[in-house]
């Protein structure tokens, strides 16, 4: 079975010209992990299993998983709201922890057209960054809408940081990282010599060009890590395993928690939806991940107990979306 998947997978791939690494699990063991073309187009260098490439907005999810072990510690509660951490944060009474997790908070997200040098050379980048929209006006009322936000994870990681007395960096290695063994992860800073790390590729007017530079430090605790595939499984097999968080904690971390459209909703770093897929509903609980030099997708079908991973160092949506959407359909085929 799993040779006949390799094959279908790989013709997949190159009928897609899909560039980039891909995990199929089955809740026991991998089905399927591969990398497929190359980490530098400019000198042809191959892309592994253990290539470090950025992940996005997957970082989301650990964030949450951060959230969800300091609250299984007695550290915090999910219904804090975040004036005992930011004490001036307009209207702080009423947005909570919860809300932040569940992008239920109101808060807007600061436009990235923004001219960051002075953020980026300031004292302290995650509290500038939080003041570039601190004080604008709330989208909505607390807890009565649903609108994305990577400006409420920003305060998810001054929460974590303030909370734990670790930067959001020591705090990923040493609960995630290390008891984990993810050797090939980390925050996505440009400076840092990273062995292997992939280069970042966009795909504009059907042509390949460098991704546009990015300092990851704005994205933060919504964007701004990198992961090899493996180090991907290591970690999802660190939540179904409850390695990570308890049992309970990953039924929370799941659950329904804000309805965002019919039979959509958002949990904690992830997203839940029933939807008609290979003859049949199914629930997939799952976080996508895009922008400058990446596309990426981290899925869990738990009827099944089946997990697909992809990452692509090219942020081309149109070529990731069609070898997702074809490999979704073979995975589950004779589920």
Do not use: W
Request: glycine share 6%; proline share 2%; net charge negative.
């Amino acid at each position: 079975m799993i040779s006949n998947l390799l094959k279908q997978v790989n013709e997949i791939t190159e009928k897609h010209h899909y560039n980039g690494v891909i995990l199929i699990d089955d809740f026991k063991e991998n089905l399927l992990v591969m990398g497929y073309g190359y980490s530098n187009l400019e000198h042809d260098i191959q892309m592994t299993v253990d290539t470090p490439m950025r992940i996005a907005s997957i970082t989301k999810q650990f964030t949450a998983i951060s959230i969800v072990q300091l609250f299984e510690r007695g550290l915090l509660h999910l219904e804090d709201n975040i004036k005992k951490y930011i004490p001036d944060y307009p209207r702080g009474d009423e947005i909570t922890i919860h809300h932040l997790l569940t992008h239920t908070s109101g808060i807007s997200n600061f436009p990235l057209s923004y001219d960051f040098y002075e953020v980026l050379n300031s004292d302290s980048v995650l509290e500038a960054l939080i003041d570039l929209f601190k004080f604008e006006p709330l989208q909505f009322n607390p807890g009565s809408q649903f609108s994305y936000s990577i400006s409420g994870f920003l305060i998810l990681q001054y929460i974590i940081e303030q909370v734990s007395q670790m930067s959001y960096e020591a705090y990923l290695q040493a609960n995630i990282f290390d008891p984990l063994n993810m050797k090939n992860s980390g925050f996505d800073h440009y400076k840092a010599i990273i062995k292997g790390r992939a280069s970042p590729y966009d795909f504009k007017e059907d042509h390949m060009t460098n991704a546009d530079f990015i300092d990851m430090r704005i994205a933060g605790a919504g964007g701004g890590l990198y992961a090899s595939i493996t180090d991907l499984e290591r970690f999802n097999k660190g939540i179904l395993n409850h390695v990570l968080i308890t049992e309970d904690s990953m039924k929370m971390m799941f659950h329904h928690q804000y309805e965002i459209a019919e039979e959509v909703y958002s949990g904690y770093g992830v997203f839940i939806q029933t939807c008609e897929l290979v003859g049949r509903k199914r629930i997939k609980a799952y976080h996508a991940g895009g922008g400058t030099g990446v596309r990426a997708m981290n899925i869990f079908y738990f009827d099944d107990e089946i997990m697909l991973t992809m990452v692509s160092n090219i942020n081309d949506a149109k070529r990731f979306n069609e070898t997702l959407n074809e490999i979704e359909l073979l995975i589950l085929k004779d589920q």
